[in-house]
């Protein structure tokens, strides 16, 4: 019988030590480890090889983590993890809707590192599953979601919501660029707006799944939609 490949990790990290401990736990915790000191063929260097994970350095030689990530997110679901050295940067990622997995400061623990690698491993591999199976279907001309033979018509803007949450799995979205997605034509909304609709989203929804919570508010950002076996704690 052949052998079970393990999960590759690639590290894009100019902090070489840094690189060699963060390295060394995820060996231990079961992963190949590869590690790239700039961001000058990163891209390449990704397509190429197919990482499973990506602990990208915001501050790097060569081309930096937000083109990199924009590069690669625009040509694979690849899960990113973001590093930095500055919390306050974190906001403005966030703002950015890079399409990062999870985001974390430096200097943080090697072994929450590592559970933040499994974590985000663990949900972007079931929200895919998820996203085949079809826990919702969502029918756009007809302004209808199903589930389970039950079948619920929204309005215009609670469907184009929905879809956009649906289609971001796992992924934060802020109210900024939801309210790009569900009002194209520029007009003057506040954020007031969109948590409106989605409390009026969620009321919907708990038509069709009344004991489970898909959407989740994350606390000064936005909103994450999560399928039941999906949503992970992570230890902040």
Do not use: N
Not at 116 to 145: D, I, N, W, Y
Request: aromatic share 4%; hydrophobic share 40%.
């Amino acid at each position: 019988m052949g052998q079970i490949a393990l999960p590759s990790i690639l590290i894009v990290e100019d902090e070489e030590r840094l690189a060699d401990v963060v390295g060394d736990y995820l060996r231990a915790a079961g992963f190949r480890v590869h590690h790239l000191a700039t961001g000058t063929g990163a891209v390449a260097w990704i397509e190429r090889e197919g990482p499973d994970l990506i602990l990208l350095d915001l501050m790097l030689p060569g081309q930096d983590g937000l083109s990199i990530c924009r590069e690669v997110r625009s040509r694979t679901q690849v899960p990113i993890i973001m590093t930095t050295a500055r919390v306050e940067e974190i906001d403005r990622l966030l703002g950015l809707e890079l399409g990062a997995d999870d985001y974390v400061c430096k200097p943080y623990s090697p072994r929450e590192l590592v559970a933040r690698v499994k974590a985000v491993l663990r949900r972007t591999s079931r929200a895919l599953k998820q996203r085949r199976s079809g826990f919702l279907t969502l029918e756009r001309e007809r302004l209808q979601v199903s589930h389970d033979g039950k079948v619920i018509t929204l309005t215009a803007v609670e469907l184009a919501l929905l879809a956009a949450l649906h289609q971001a799995a796992g992924r934060i979205l802020s109210r900024d660029h939801l309210m790009d997605r569900i009002y194209p034509d520029d007009r003057v909304v506040s954020d007031r707006t969109i948590d409106s609709h989605i409390k009026k989203l969620r009321r919907r929804l708990t038509e069709l799944a009344p004991d489970v919570e898909l959407i989740h508010s994350v606390y000064g950002v936005g909103y994450r939609y999560e399928e039941p076996d999906t949503h992970e704690a992570l230890s902040r």
